[in-house]
Protein backbone atom coordinates (compact mmCIF):
# COMPACT_ATOMS: atom_id res chain seq x y z
CA UNK A 1 0.00 0.00 0.00
CA UNK A 2 2.80 2.64 0.96
CA UNK A 3 4.39 1.59 -1.88
CA UNK A 4 1.55 2.61 -4.41
CA UNK A 5 1.27 5.89 -2.67
CA UNK A 6 4.60 6.57 -2.88
CA UNK A 7 5.31 8.44 -5.94
CA UNK A 8 2.18 11.13 -4.78
CA UNK A 9 3.27 14.81 -3.19
CA UNK A 10 -0.07 15.12 -1.38
CA UNK A 11 -1.85 12.24 -0.01
CA UNK A 12 -4.55 14.42 1.34
CA UNK A 13 -6.16 16.95 4.28
CA UNK A 14 -8.79 17.29 6.92
CA UNK A 15 -10.62 19.11 4.12
CA UNK A 16 -10.23 17.18 1.28
CA UNK A 17 -11.59 14.60 2.97
CA UNK A 18 -14.42 15.94 4.58
CA UNK A 19 -15.63 17.52 0.87
CA UNK A 20 -15.12 14.74 -0.92
CA UNK A 21 -16.98 12.16 1.64
CA UNK A 22 -20.07 14.63 2.42
CA UNK A 23 -20.51 15.40 -1.31
CA UNK A 24 -20.70 12.07 -1.70
CA UNK A 25 -22.80 11.15 1.16
CA UNK A 26 -25.23 14.20 0.38
CA UNK A 27 -25.21 13.25 -3.11
CA UNK A 28 -25.87 9.62 -2.83
CA UNK A 29 -28.98 9.61 -5.66
CA UNK A 30 -25.85 10.92 -8.10
CA UNK A 31 -24.08 8.36 -10.14
CA UNK A 32 -20.36 9.04 -9.33
CA UNK A 33 -17.60 8.02 -11.82
CA UNK A 34 -13.83 8.48 -11.05
CA UNK A 35 -13.92 10.88 -13.73
CA UNK A 36 -17.02 12.86 -11.89
CA UNK A 37 -14.65 13.07 -8.67
CA UNK A 38 -11.77 14.31 -10.75
CA UNK A 39 -13.72 16.80 -12.23
CA UNK A 40 -14.96 17.61 -8.49
CA UNK A 41 -11.71 18.88 -7.85
CA UNK A 42 -10.14 20.18 -11.15
CA UNK A 43 -8.26 23.58 -11.21
CA UNK A 44 -9.05 23.66 -7.49
CA UNK A 45 -6.53 24.48 -4.50
CA UNK A 46 -7.50 23.18 -0.74
CA UNK A 47 -4.99 24.01 1.97
CA UNK A 48 -1.89 24.82 -1.15
CA UNK A 49 -2.66 21.44 -2.66
CA UNK A 50 -3.88 21.43 -7.11
CA UNK A 51 -3.09 17.65 -7.44
CA UNK A 52 -5.02 14.84 -5.29
CA UNK A 53 -4.50 11.98 -7.06
CA UNK A 54 -2.53 10.28 -4.33
CA UNK A 55 -5.25 11.36 -2.17
CA UNK A 56 -7.82 9.55 -3.77
CA UNK A 57 -5.89 6.28 -4.45
CA UNK A 58 -5.33 6.47 -0.29
CA UNK A 59 -9.26 6.73 0.07
CA UNK A 60 -9.73 3.50 -1.95
CA UNK A 61 -6.78 1.98 -0.12
CA UNK A 62 -8.24 2.83 3.68
CA UNK A 63 -12.06 1.76 2.17
CA UNK A 64 -13.36 5.09 2.49
CA UNK A 65 -14.87 5.17 -0.67
CA UNK A 66 -15.90 2.16 -2.95
CA UNK A 67 -16.13 1.12 -6.67
CA UNK A 68 -19.13 -0.65 -7.64
CA UNK A 69 -19.99 -1.26 -10.87
CA UNK A 70 -17.60 1.55 -12.37
CA UNK A 71 -19.70 4.17 -10.13
CA UNK A 72 -17.54 5.73 -6.48
CA UNK A 73 -19.48 5.10 -3.85
CA UNK A 74 -18.93 6.24 0.26
CA UNK A 75 -18.06 3.41 2.48
CA UNK A 76 -21.56 3.26 4.16
CA UNK A 77 -20.03 2.34 7.42
CA UNK A 78 -18.55 5.71 7.23
CA UNK A 79 -21.38 8.06 6.66
CA UNK A 80 -21.95 8.17 10.77
CA UNK A 81 -19.24 9.40 11.25
CA UNK A 82 -19.42 12.43 9.03
CA UNK A 83 -21.46 15.22 11.24
CA UNK A 84 -17.87 17.35 12.14
CA UNK A 85 -14.61 17.59 10.71
CA UNK A 86 -13.55 16.38 14.05
CA UNK A 87 -15.50 13.19 14.05
CA UNK A 88 -13.88 12.39 10.25
CA UNK A 89 -10.54 12.67 11.51
CA UNK A 90 -10.47 10.53 14.31
CA UNK A 91 -12.30 7.58 12.49
CA UNK A 92 -10.16 8.42 9.27
CA UNK A 93 -6.67 7.89 11.81
CA UNK A 94 -7.97 4.79 12.90
CA UNK A 95 -9.13 3.14 9.95
CA UNK A 96 -5.61 4.39 8.32
CA UNK A 97 -3.82 2.31 11.26
CA UNK A 98 -5.87 -0.55 11.24
CA UNK A 99 -5.16 -0.26 7.23
CA UNK A 100 -1.46 -0.41 7.75
CA UNK A 101 -1.48 -2.79 9.94
CA UNK A 102 0.03 -5.51 8.09
CA UNK A 103 2.45 -3.52 6.05
CA UNK A 104 6.05 -4.25 6.67
CA UNK A 105 7.27 -0.84 5.82
CA UNK A 106 5.23 0.76 8.07
CA UNK A 107 7.19 -0.38 11.18
CA UNK A 108 10.80 0.73 9.48
CA UNK A 109 9.36 4.24 10.53
CA UNK A 110 7.81 3.23 13.58
CA UNK A 111 10.06 0.92 15.07
CA UNK A 112 11.69 1.34 19.01
CA UNK A 113 14.85 2.80 17.90
CA UNK A 114 12.94 6.08 16.29
CA UNK A 115 10.95 6.59 19.12
CA UNK A 116 12.22 8.50 22.24
CA UNK A 117 10.79 10.18 25.43
CA UNK A 118 10.26 13.92 25.75
CA UNK A 119 10.01 14.51 29.59
CA UNK A 120 9.46 18.22 29.71
CA UNK A 121 6.24 17.37 26.95
CA UNK A 122 5.93 13.62 28.86
CA UNK A 123 5.08 12.63 25.42
CA UNK A 124 5.96 9.84 22.99
CA UNK A 125 7.95 11.39 20.22
CA UNK A 126 9.27 9.96 16.98
CA UNK A 127 12.27 11.20 15.13
CA UNK A 128 11.51 13.02 11.86
CA UNK A 129 13.83 11.60 9.94
CA UNK A 130 12.12 8.31 10.37
CA UNK A 131 10.12 8.95 7.46
CA UNK A 132 12.94 9.70 5.03
CA UNK A 133 11.92 11.18 1.84
CA UNK A 134 10.47 7.86 1.18
CA UNK A 135 7.53 8.35 3.24
CA UNK A 136 7.30 12.21 3.49
CA UNK A 137 3.88 12.45 2.14
CA UNK A 138 2.64 9.76 4.78
CA UNK A 139 4.38 11.66 7.28
CA UNK A 140 2.89 15.76 6.21
CA UNK A 141 -0.70 13.83 5.96
CA UNK A 142 -0.17 12.75 9.74
CA UNK A 143 0.91 16.28 10.38
CA UNK A 144 -2.43 17.31 9.05
CA UNK A 145 -4.83 15.19 10.50
CA UNK A 146 -2.78 16.02 13.94
CA UNK A 147 -1.28 12.73 14.84
CA UNK A 148 2.00 14.01 14.42
CA UNK A 149 3.38 17.75 16.22
CA UNK A 150 6.29 19.20 15.30
CA UNK A 151 8.46 19.99 18.28
CA UNK A 152 8.39 23.64 19.49
CA UNK A 153 11.76 23.28 20.09
CA UNK A 154 13.36 24.18 15.88
CA UNK A 155 17.07 22.56 17.63
CA UNK A 156 14.94 19.08 18.44
CA UNK A 157 14.28 17.43 15.12
CA UNK A 158 11.62 15.03 16.21
CA UNK A 159 7.20 14.91 16.47
CA UNK A 160 5.43 14.45 19.53
CA UNK A 161 2.89 12.21 18.84
CA UNK A 162 -0.88 13.33 19.14
CA UNK A 163 -2.34 11.98 23.31
CA UNK A 164 -5.38 12.20 21.60
CA UNK A 165 -4.06 9.03 19.35
CA UNK A 166 -1.78 6.96 21.41
CA UNK A 167 -4.74 4.92 21.87
CA UNK A 168 -4.75 3.47 18.33
CA UNK A 169 -0.82 3.43 18.62
CA UNK A 170 -0.96 0.80 21.42
CA UNK A 171 -3.54 -1.40 19.72
CA UNK A 172 -2.18 -1.47 16.11
CA UNK A 173 1.90 -0.07 16.52
CA UNK A 174 2.82 -1.30 20.15
CA UNK A 175 1.79 -5.36 19.41
CA UNK A 176 4.39 -5.19 16.51
CA UNK A 177 7.31 -3.30 17.95
CA UNK A 178 7.16 -5.92 20.40
CA UNK A 179 7.41 -8.72 18.42
CA UNK A 180 10.10 -7.85 16.64
CA UNK A 181 11.88 -6.33 19.39
CA UNK A 182 12.74 -10.13 20.54
CA UNK A 183 15.06 -10.45 17.53
CA UNK A 184 17.04 -13.23 15.90
CA UNK A 185 15.47 -16.43 15.46
CA UNK A 186 18.07 -18.17 17.82
CA UNK A 187 17.28 -16.54 20.76
CA UNK A 188 13.43 -16.29 20.45
CA UNK A 189 12.39 -18.55 23.50
CA UNK A 190 15.44 -17.22 25.90
CA UNK A 191 14.26 -13.23 24.35
CA UNK A 192 10.52 -14.62 25.03
CA UNK A 193 10.78 -15.45 28.61
CA UNK A 194 12.92 -12.72 29.22
CA UNK A 195 10.49 -10.23 27.91
CA UNK A 196 7.66 -12.15 29.66
CA UNK A 197 9.83 -11.57 32.99
CA UNK A 198 10.62 -8.26 31.95
CA UNK A 199 7.54 -6.89 31.20
CA UNK A 200 5.63 -8.88 34.54
CA UNK A 201 8.15 -6.86 36.66
CA UNK A 202 7.62 -3.29 34.61
CA UNK A 203 3.53 -4.15 35.30
CA UNK A 204 4.25 -4.64 38.74
CA UNK A 205 6.36 -1.23 39.19
CA UNK A 206 3.86 0.95 37.46
CA UNK A 207 1.17 -0.64 40.09
CA UNK A 208 3.46 -0.17 42.59
CA UNK A 209 3.91 3.48 41.72
CA UNK A 210 0.60 4.20 41.12
CA UNK A 211 -0.74 3.50 44.82
CA UNK A 212 2.40 4.86 46.30
CA UNK A 213 1.64 8.40 44.53
CA UNK A 214 -2.34 7.58 45.85
CA UNK A 215 -3.56 7.13 41.80
CA UNK A 216 -3.21 10.65 41.01
CA UNK A 217 -0.10 10.93 39.04
CA UNK A 218 0.33 9.94 35.21
CA UNK A 219 3.06 7.28 35.19
CA UNK A 220 4.95 6.82 32.02
CA UNK A 221 5.48 3.14 30.83
CA UNK A 222 8.66 4.60 28.58
CA UNK A 223 9.70 1.01 27.95
CA UNK A 224 6.52 -0.59 25.74
CA UNK A 225 7.98 2.10 23.05
CA UNK A 226 11.63 2.38 23.59
CA UNK A 227 14.49 0.34 24.16
CA UNK A 228 17.54 2.38 24.46
CA UNK A 229 16.34 4.93 27.02
CA UNK A 230 18.14 3.42 30.22
CA UNK A 231 15.47 3.44 32.27
CA UNK A 232 11.51 1.86 31.86
CA UNK A 233 9.37 3.77 33.86
CA UNK A 234 8.75 7.81 34.42
CA UNK A 235 7.46 8.38 37.83
CA UNK A 236 7.46 11.19 40.08
CA UNK A 237 9.09 11.07 43.91
CA UNK A 238 5.96 12.69 45.32
CA UNK A 239 2.68 13.74 43.92
CA UNK A 240 3.67 17.64 44.18
CA UNK A 241 6.20 17.08 41.09
CA UNK A 242 4.46 18.70 38.30
CA UNK A 243 6.90 16.63 35.76
CA UNK A 244 8.81 13.12 35.94
CA UNK A 245 11.67 13.24 38.75
CA UNK A 246 11.98 9.65 39.43
CA UNK A 247 13.37 7.41 36.45
CA UNK A 248 12.74 3.58 37.00
CA UNK A 249 15.23 0.47 35.28
CA UNK A 250 13.67 -2.81 36.23
CA UNK A 251 15.79 -5.50 36.65
CA UNK A 252 13.62 -9.03 38.27
CA UNK A 253 15.52 -12.27 39.67
CA UNK A 254 14.70 -14.99 41.26
CA UNK A 255 16.75 -16.43 44.71
CA UNK A 256 17.40 -15.01 48.08
CA UNK A 257 20.00 -12.15 46.50
CA UNK A 258 18.80 -9.92 44.41
CA UNK A 259 21.20 -9.75 41.12
CA UNK A 260 20.77 -7.95 37.60
CA UNK A 261 22.54 -7.53 34.75
CA UNK A 262 23.40 -3.81 34.25
CA UNK A 263 24.26 -2.27 30.90
CA UNK A 264 26.67 0.35 29.42
CA UNK A 265 23.43 2.59 28.42
CA UNK A 266 21.35 2.09 32.02
CA UNK A 267 24.74 3.00 33.88
CA UNK A 268 25.86 6.23 31.72
CA UNK A 269 22.26 7.33 32.04
CA UNK A 270 21.91 6.23 35.58
CA UNK A 271 25.01 8.70 36.50
CA UNK A 272 23.79 11.06 34.11
CA UNK A 273 20.65 11.61 36.23
CA UNK A 274 22.55 10.44 39.70
CA UNK A 275 19.88 10.97 42.47
CA UNK A 276 16.94 11.18 39.82
CA UNK A 277 17.48 7.67 38.52
CA UNK A 278 16.40 4.71 40.67
CA UNK A 279 16.76 1.07 40.15
CA UNK A 280 14.04 -1.54 41.57
CA UNK A 281 14.95 -5.01 41.91
CA UNK A 282 11.48 -7.47 41.78
CA UNK A 283 11.99 -10.95 43.39
CA UNK A 284 9.96 -12.86 40.48
CA UNK A 285 9.30 -15.59 43.00
CA UNK A 286 7.39 -13.18 45.24
CA UNK A 287 5.87 -10.73 42.84
CA UNK A 288 2.29 -12.41 43.61
CA UNK A 289 2.62 -12.05 47.60
CA UNK A 290 0.23 -9.08 49.26
CA UNK A 291 2.02 -6.54 50.40
CA UNK A 292 5.32 -7.33 48.78
CA UNK A 293 7.94 -4.45 48.67
CA UNK A 294 10.75 -4.45 45.88
CA UNK A 295 14.46 -3.58 46.31
CA UNK A 296 13.95 0.21 45.47
CA UNK A 297 17.99 1.41 45.20
CA UNK A 298 18.27 5.54 44.63
CA UNK A 299 20.79 6.63 42.45
CA UNK A 300 22.38 3.63 41.97
CA UNK A 301 25.67 4.38 40.25
CA UNK A 302 26.64 5.34 43.74
CA UNK A 303 24.93 3.09 46.03
CA UNK A 304 26.06 0.35 44.29
CA UNK A 305 28.97 0.61 41.97
CA UNK A 306 30.73 2.13 45.41
CA UNK A 307 29.41 0.18 47.67
CA UNK A 308 31.34 -3.10 48.33
CA UNK A 309 27.97 -5.29 49.24
CA UNK A 310 27.63 -5.66 45.92
CA UNK A 311 29.49 -7.90 43.82
CA UNK A 312 30.29 -6.69 40.40
CA UNK A 313 31.79 -9.21 37.36
CA UNK A 314 32.03 -8.16 34.08
CA UNK A 315 30.10 -10.47 31.61
CA UNK A 316 31.53 -9.66 28.67
CA UNK A 317 34.20 -7.35 26.51
CA UNK A 318 33.97 -5.63 23.43
CA UNK A 319 36.59 -6.63 21.40
CA UNK A 320 37.28 -4.37 18.51
CA UNK A 321 40.17 -4.47 15.74
CA UNK A 322 42.35 -1.57 15.69
CA UNK A 323 45.08 -2.65 13.62
Excluded at 38 to 56: P, T
Excluded at 86 to 112: A, H
Excluded at 119 to 136: D, M, P
Excluded at 155 to 184: A, C, S
Amino acid sequence: MLKDLRKFDNLGTPNFFFELLTTLKDSEKQKWRIGDINQLFFNRVIDNHSVFEGCILLAFRINLIIEVNGNIELDQKFENYLNSKNQMNDKFVERLFLSLESVNEIYEIFSSENFSQDIVYQSLQLKSSAFGFKYSNLKQLLIDFNVLKVHPTNEINNLIINTRYKKIFDKVILPQIKKRKIGIEEFKKLMEQQQIYGEEAEKFVLKYEHNRLNGVKEIQWIAEYIVNAGYDIASFNTVQDEKPTRFIEVKSYEGESPYFFWSRNEMEVAKRKLTEYWLYLINRKKINQEDYEPLCIQNPSVEILKNAQWDKSIDKYKIMFNG
